[in-house]
C-alpha cells in the first residue's frame, strides 16, 4: 500500500509534466479567446482595437456556417459507421488461420501510417480522375459513362478517402479485442446449438463493446478537425466544406485573425458537445 510520503513524491515528481501540460493547452487556447474578441489583420495594420462580439455574430450569421456543421456531422458519423462495421468484419476474418496472416495484416495496418495528404492525392490521381482514374476504366469495362468523383460524389468520395485511412486503425484495436476474448466460451455455445449470427451477437458483439467505444471516442477527436483531405481534393467546393476548413477559409479571405479564432471557439464548443454526447451514450460501456 502506497504510503503518505510515497503519494506526495509521486505527485511531485508528475507536477513538471503536468504543468507542462496544461500550458501547452492553456496558452494556445488563451490567445484564441483573447483574438477572438479583436480585430486583428496581421497584414493590413494589425491589432486595429477590440471588436466584442462582433467576431462570433459574423461568423455565426455567415450562409456557410450550419452546412459546415452539417457536413462536419455527416462526415464523421459516417466514417465512424464504416470503420466500425467493417473494421469488426476485418478483425474477425484477420483472427482466423490462413497462410501468410502475419503480412495479410501488415497490409491491412499499412494504410494508417500513409499521410493524409499523400492517400488524397493517391485517391484524386489513382482512382477518382475521371478520365485516367481506375475507377473510369472500371465503368468503361461494364460499358458506364464514368463519374466524376470530387464534383458529382464529392462528400462520399471524401468519406470513402478518410475511412480508408481510419479503417486500419479501428481493425488494430477490434483485432486485439477479439484475440482476447475466451475461446471456451465459444465452444460451449456452439455446443448448445448457438449459430454463427448468435454466437456474434450475443458473446463476440458484447465483448467488443469496449473496444468499440475507443475506438469511436479516439476517431472522433481526429475527425472533427479533418482538414488535409478536403484541401487536397475538392477545396471545400461542391458540399465538402466543414467547419475546420470554413476558420481556414474565412481568415484566408479576410485576413482576420480575430474572425478566425472565434470559428475555432465555435469549433471547440461543437467538439465539446459531441465528446459529452459520446461519453454519456457511448462512454458506459467503459464502466461496464
Do not use: C
Request: hydrophobic share 55%.
Amino acid at each position: 500500500m502506497a504510503t503518505k510520503a510515497s503519494r506526495s513524491a509521486a505527485r511531485l515528481m508528475m507536477a513538471p509534466a503536468v504543468i507542462l501540460l496544461l500550458g501547452w493547452m492553456l496558452v494556445p487556447l488563451t490567445m484564441t479567446i483573447w483574438f477572438s474578441f479583436r480585430s486583428y489583420l496581421p497584414l493590413r495594420g494589425g491589432d486595429l482595437g477590440a471588436a466584442g462580439f462582433d467576431n462570433y455574430v459574423r461568423f455565426i450569421s455567415s450562409s456557410a456556417f450550419w452546412p459546415s456543421i452539417q457536413t462536419t456531422l455527416i462526415l464523421v458519423g459516417s466514417v465512424l459507421v464504416i470503420t466500425v462495421v467493417f473494421g469488426t468484419l476485418l478483425a474477425l476474418l484477420l483472427d482466423q488461420p490462413m497462410w501468410g496472416q502475419g503480412v495479410v495484416r501488415i497490409l491491412v495496418i499499412a494504410p494508417f501510417f500513409v499521410m493524409p495528404t499523400v492517400s488524397a492525392l493517391v485517391w484524386k490521381n489513382m482512382f477518382m480522375d475521371p478520365t485516367n482514374g481506375l475507377f473510369a476504366h472500371l465503368w468503361r469495362f461494364f460499358g458506364a459513362e464514368p463519374v466524376s468523383w470530387l464534383s458529382d460524389a464529392s462528400l462520399p468520395s471524401i468519406v470513402m478517402i478518410v475511412s480508408w485511412q481510419w479503417l486500419p486503425f479501428a481493425t488494430l484495436i477490434l483485432l486485439t479485442a477479439v484475440q482476447s476474448l475466451d475461446g471456451e466460451q465459444l465452444e460451449a455455445a456452439e455446443m448448445d446449438g448457438a449459430t454463427k449470427l448468435k454466437r456474434f451477437f450475443f458473446i463476440i458483439l458484447p465483448h467488443l463493446s469496449r473496444a468499440i467505444t475507443i475506438v469511436i471516442l479516439i476517431q472522433t477527436i481526429f475527425l472533427l478537425s479533418i482538414f488535409a483531405e478536403i484541401f487536397v481534393t475538392t477545396g471545400g467546393a461542391f458540399g465538402t466544406r466543414t467547419l475546420t476548413y470554413l476558420i481556414f477559409q474565412r481568415v484566408l479571405e479576410s485576413q482576420n485573425i480575430g474572425l478566425g479564432s472565434a470559428g475555432g471557439v465555435y469549433a471547440i464548443i461543437l467538439a465539446n458537445i459531441v465528446a459529452i454526447f459520446l461519453m454519456r451514450i457511448v462512454g458506459k460501456n467503459l464502466d461496464n
